[in-house]
T-cell receptor, first 114, second 113 residues
Framework: AQSVTQPDIHITVSEGASLELRCNYS??????LFWYVQSPGQGLQLLLK??????LVQGIKGFEAEFKRSQSSFNLRKPSVHWSDAAEYFC????????????FGPGTRLSVLP | DTEVTQTPKHLVMGMTNKKSLKCEQH?????MYWYKQKAKKPPELMFV???????INESVPSRFSPECPNSSLLNLHLHALQPEDSALYLC????????????FGPGTRLTVL
């Protein structure tokens, strides 16, 4: 069965420090991969997506992610975190075929220290 | 317009009430979704409409009744809910192929007393 794991439930970084959020997936075919961010009580905002091509993907708000097929990973990075980046981050896999669905990871909560 | 709107933002209802949640998008998307999200959890898929037809029902109790009047609108009718149904209800839309990115609304915070 398809699954998405985010090994870190909660990460705390200092403002200005670099960030990497991990995401691993289990899916037989070529995955369609996404990172979403959710501020408290809000909807989900798409940060970036990977469908094919260049494995390093640039997104909004200075985020990037790298697809590594050999490691079944799609880790999210940011070189310098801002206090406003504190939020919940979800990795997701989009499923091809007739069934329309995403598989979401459990999420990683990011706290930012001043 | 890349926005999905949801009304109301907050809803408090008793277990005997009937209420509806509304969702609207004007991006020309032909797939629309309802998700339920509990605190500190990822969204859980409830229903998917594709070309205004119900294509997925994730074994949701019948006290939740979805409706898609047209390609831009999605409703969720609520009746005889339980306190454990209290959650953030999110609407999303996308192009109909399942792998496309979904655009989410801000959600309706539902409290069942």
């Amino acid at each position: 069965a398809q699954s998405v794991t985010q090994p870190d439930i909660h990460i705390t970084v200092s403002e200005g420090a670099s960030l990497e959020l991990r995401c691993n997936y289990s899916y037989g075919a070529t995955p369609y991969l996404f990172w979403y961010v959710q501020s408290p009580g809000q909807g989900l905002q798409l940060l970036l997506k990977y469908f094919s091509g260049d494995t390093l993907v640039q997104g909004i708000k200075g985020f990037e992610a790298e697809f590594k097929r050999s490691q079944s990973s799609f880790n999210l990075r940011k070189p310098s975190v801002h206090w406003s980046d504190a939020a919940e981050y979800f990795c997701a896999v989009g499923l091809s075929g007739r069934r329309q669905n995403f598989v979401f990871g459990p999420g990683t909560r990011l706290s930012v220290l001043p | 317009d890349t926005e999905v709107t949801q009304t109301p933002k907050h809803l408090v209802m008793g277990m005997t009430n009937k209420k509806s949640l509304k969702c609207e998008q004007h991006m020309g998307h032909r797939a629309m979704y309802w998700y339920k999200q509990k605190a500190k959890k990822p969204p859980e898929l409830m229903f998917v409409y594709s070309y205004e037809k119900l294509s997925i029902n994730e074994s949701v109790p019948s006290r939740f009744s979805p409706e898609c009047p047209n390609s831009s609108l999605l409703n969720l009718h609520l009746h005889a809910l339980q306190p454990e149904d209290s959650a953030l209800y999110l609407c999303a839309s996308s192009q109909p192929q399942g792998y496309n990115e979904q655009f989410f609304g801000p959600g309706t915070r539902l409290t069942v007393l």
